[in-house]
């Protein structure tokens, strides 16, 4: 993919217009745009190949630059997981499927600073208050919201409703996400770029859906994790005594008897499944 860098330089050479692919991405809607100093567009893998075609089928191939400014609905599949999404599963413990979610990072208006050109080279005078950025970057802020809200909702200890722990604010954002597209589909991978059949996102793409804020305020099924469950898996990885007390400074001898097969899951009985349920009672009756 020629980028930025790759705009300054064909500018100098006193080129009018640029088109670059993005061959991480099948569908248009999940290719990032770039802040270019020349006229520019980021194409898809499928777009490229169009491309590549007429250009193959014509002796004296022609472009040029159309900005309607118009905006195009109904004919996309969002939310799509983008081709530059991090895949699953983890790397030290391939056992635990990663990722937990997906949430919008792609061509994000977001605030910037001042201090740095839109493109981050230096060589670009230009300076902005706002950019248009994709990434986890932009990803993480919008799960953050949302678990900040959540934990604003729920953060009040009382004896019969606990504050949540950061484990039960994960697990109603991943059993309330949604697996489906906006048109009932299942959510589709970009990333699958190779092959004609458009791919549906796996759990290892899109983990348990994109993020639901309002369903995750009351998810009616939470599950829990305790100090002790993460020391115990801790353990599955081999950490020594030294580098368990970085995390656990009470912790004075190493794992002991725990189970010490890399990758290996411990169950714990510090676990805890928080069960909420809502009844009406028929006219006439009552319920307990």
Known sequence: MAGVGTGFYMERAGGAGMVSPDRRNRFWDAVSTLSFTLPGVMISHTAEKKLNDYMASSPY???SFA???????????APMVAGFSSRGPSVLAPEILKPDVVAPGVNILAA???DVSPSSWDIDPRRVEFNILSGTSMACP???GAAALIKKVHGDWTPRQPSWTPAMVRSALMTTAGPLDKNGRD????????????MDATPLAAGAGLVLPRLAMDPGLLYDAGTQDYVDFMCTLNYTAEQMRQFVPEMSTGCGTRSRIPGAWRTSTTRRSWWCSTAAAPTGASAR
């Open 112 to 114: 910037w600073s001042g």
């Open 67 to 77: 900005f309607a400014c118009e905006t195009v609905t109904g004919e996309n599949r």
């Open 142 to 144: 919008h799960v953050a």
């Open 61 to 63: 191939p022609v472009a």
């Open 187 to 198: 959510i589709v991978d970009s990333g699958t770029v190779f092959g004609g059949a458009v």
